[in-house]
């Protein structure tokens, strides 16, 4: 199991809203954040690691198609060995996808906390995240309780 990942805002935002910054926190060894992210989410925690991304021209590809915080978190990855990207938008996921990037989303996140131990259950989380304007698709809601064996 990999523990490195960078993440863009969406995830950051969303645990923060629910007050549960912890389980990113605790999944990995490593959480790593490029700089535009650090700027959309204005969050100084210890254990985020700002790296800046050397090669700028993918940066600028990239943001043609989608925003900053994605396009730098998947410019980031393709710069780190043995990472994980952390992307829930749909196009993002498909074009960090395309360039051969393992990517999990906020979901995925919840599910290997428990998997490892860090929840009991999932149920409660993402209900939370739907308190707080999360948008979960049904069957993706649905599919994560039984892959939880919430369900």
């Not at 645990?15 to 959480?31: W, Y």
């Not at 991304?53 to 925003?67: E, G, M, R, S, Y």
Request: charge should be negative; proline fraction near 2%; include cysteine.
């Amino acid at each position: 199991m990999r523990d490195k990942i960078v993440t863009n805002s969406s995830c950051l935002i969303a645990l923060d809203r629910i007050n549960r910054l912890d389980i990113l926190a605790n999944s990995f060894k490593e959480i790593i954040i490029p700089p535009a992210v650090e700027k959309e989410v204005d969050l100084k925690l210890e254990w985020l690691s700002v790296t800046q991304i050397k090669n700028k021209a993918v940066i600028q590809i990239l943001k043609t198609q989608i925003d900053d915080g994605e396009s730098e978190a998947i410019a980031l990855s393709l710069e780190i060995d043995d990472v994980l990207v952390l992307l829930d938008d749909k196009k993002a996921r498909c074009i960090a996808k395309q360039l051969r990037l393992e990517v999990i989303g906020t979901i995925g996140l919840i599910l290997r906390a428990k998997r490892i131990g860090l929840v009991n259950e999932i149920k409660p989380i993402l209900d939370d995240l739907q308190n707080v304007e999360f948008r979960i698709r049904d069957t993706l809601y649905n599919e994560a309780l039984r892959l939880a064996d919430e369900k």
